[in-house]
């Protein structure tokens, strides 16, 4: 069965200190991977995946994701953080041969001003 | 477009109640999907549908349920309410799998807590 896991409940850093959000994935196959972060209050927003190409995945709002098949990583990274990207993130993987979808349990981002 | 719409946004239910959380999206989406999430626990998928009177079983089904009658609605049912259905419920939709659509758009949540 396919599942990710998000190893940090949260994750602080200063503003302007490049942040990294970490996933890591169990699929058999070609997984499908997946960030998306959800703001308080709010329902979750994609910010980007990986299907196939190019293992650095750039997403919105500055986000990218790097695909490392040899550590079965996907970690979601930023060169610069800011306040606002404070949040709640969460890595998903899609269930090959379904269509289901299999989220973590999330990291909460804290970026300190 | 509105997007993906959830109604209502808080309800308080007594045990043994039963109430409908509906969810609706206006962009012709195909897959819908119900999801619980619960403090430290991610999000549980509940039901799925690939179209309309089409449904299946997620992860944690039981003491719900749900119907697609058409392709924009995709009401979830609860019967009998428990205190361990206090949860944020999310409908999700998605176009489809290819790899250029495959992304799901949520709706705002619906805040559900049983007393």
């Known amino acids: 069965a396919q599942s990710v896991a998000q190893p940090e409940d949260q994750v602080n850093v200063a503003e302007g200190n490049p942040l990294t959000v970490k996933c890591t994935y169990s699929v058999s196959g070609n997984p499908y991977l997946f960030w998306y972060v959800q703001y308080p209050n709010r329902g979750l927003q994609f910010l980007l995946k990986y299907i196939t190409g190019d293992n650095l995945v750039k997403g919105s709002y500055g986000f990218e994701a790097e695909f490392n098949k040899s550590q079965t990583s996907f970690h979601l990274k930023k060169p610069s953080a800011l306040v606002s990207d404070s949040a709640l993130y969460f890595c998903a993987v899609r269930d090959i041969g379904t269509y289901k979808y299999i989220f973590g349990t999330g990291t909460r981002l804290k970026v300190l001003a | 477009n509105a997007g993906v719409t959830q109604t209502p946004k808080f309800r308080i239910l007594k045990i043994g109640q039963s109430m409908t959380l509906q969810c609706t999206q206006d962009m012709n989406h195909n897959y819908m999907y119900w999801y619980r999430q619960d403090p430290g626990m991610g999000l549980k998928l509940i039901y799925y549908?690939?179209?309309?009177?089409?449904?299946d079983k997620g992860e944690v089904p039981n003491g719900y349920n749900v119907s697609r009658s058409t392709t924009e609605d995709f009401p979830l049912r609860l019967e009998l309410a428990a205190p361990s259905q206090t949860s944020v419920y999310f409908c999700a939709s998605n176009p489809g799998t290819e790899s250029s659509t495959d992304t799901q758009y949520f709706g705002p949540g619906t805040r559900l807590t049983v007393l």
């Open positions: 549908s690939v179209g309309a009177g089409i449904t």
